[in-house]
């Protein structure tokens, strides 16, 4: 069965440091979103993206996060300079392109601890 | 903006007992309906979704959920809870632009007594 994978799964930096996250959606989908998840809090959307462009983000998506589609598989999530309070757990999510298949699949989720 | 309210931030149920877990949601037209279950250490797995139709939808693992658009509700349900069962569950929204977007509660995490 098709899955969402991410690397690495514990990403381990020092604040003011730049993160590149990874995350290969499932192959035939078009729509690619990732959320946080501050420990103990609720899953958070960060930012959705098709076609090669942001569709939506929220405010948290602020100027020093960017992503990006370098090649038809990975899909990144960029932290410019981190910050104690950027310390989550990331996940990957992504759907098909059809207007009824809403549901997103998401990825095992990389735990990212600033320090 | 849409929202999502999970009243019960934890529960505690026995093995066989039924279990039933409340979402109340905020949204400005027809809801796109998810229960989402993440064990420690992983993912979000998705139980059951709604976008239409029969009220009444079924999931994997025996969930079970109900749309009720008069109490703006989408509970889970599951007639005899297992052991496996025991992990967190987040009910969500999704949104109908084309970002789709998906508003997630805070969470109910379920504890499963032998």
């Known amino acids: 069965e098709p899955e969402v994978t991410q690397t690495p799964s514990h990403q381990v930096t020092q604040m003011g440091q730049e993160v590149i996250l990874r995350c290969v959606p499932i192959?035939?989908?078009?729509?690619f979103y990732w959320y946080r998840q501050i420990l103990g809090q609720k899953v958070e959307f960060l930012v959705s993206?098709?076609?090669?462009?942001?569709?939506?983000k929220s405010e948290i998506f602020d100027d020093q996060f960017s992503v990006e589609r370098p090649d038809g598989s990975n899909f990144t999530l960029k932290i410019r300079s981190t910050k104690l309070e950027d310390s989550a757990m990331y996940f990957c999510?992504?759907?098909?392109?059809?207007?009824?298949?809403?549901?997103?699949?998401f990825g095992p989720g990389t735990r990212l601890t600033v320090l | 903006a849409q929202s999502v309210t999970q009243p019960d931030i934890h529960i505690t149920v026995s093995e066989g007992a039924s279990l039933e877990l409340r979402c109340n949601y905020s949204?400005?037209?027809?809801?796109?309906l998810f229960w989402y279950v993440q064990s420690p250490g992983q993912g979000l797995q998705l139980l059951l979704k709604?976008?239409?139709?029969?009220?009444l939808v079924q999931g994997i693992k025996g969930f079970e959920a109900e749309f009720k658009r008069s109490q703006s509700s989408f509970n889970l349900r599951k007639p005899s809870v297992h052991w496996s069962d025991a992990a967190e569950y987040f009910c969500?929204?999704?949104?109908?632009?084309?970002?789709?977007?998906?508003?997630f509660g805070g969470g109910t995490r379920l504890m499963v007594k032998p």
């Open positions: 999510a992504s759907r098909a392109a059809r207007v009824m298949l809403h549901e997103q699949f």
């Open positions: 192959s035939n989908h078009l729509y």
């Open positions: 993206f098709y076609n090669n462009e942001i569709s939506e």
């Open positions: 949204y400005g037209a027809t809801p796109y």
């Open positions: 709604y976008f239409s139709g029969d009220t």
């Open positions: 969500a929204v999704g949104a109908l632009n084309a970002g789709n977007m998906l508003t």
